[in-house]
């Protein structure tokens, strides 16, 4: 599973950097529209989940 952002496709296992959170792994994708909602585990502070629509990330590492 896939879900095209404005900052690009990412996918499970999508490596991404967040200004707050700094760098983490996506693991699950929920939802659709938006209400699609991003589980990712940072390195530092843990798993968070992000509401995709005003989340704001750069892709790191993209496994196709």
Known sequence: ESVCTRFGRIRVGTVISQSRFGQGRVVSIEGEGD???????FEQVGRKKLLLKFARFSIVENYN
């Open 35 to 41: 209400n699609t909602m991003v589980v990712i585990q």
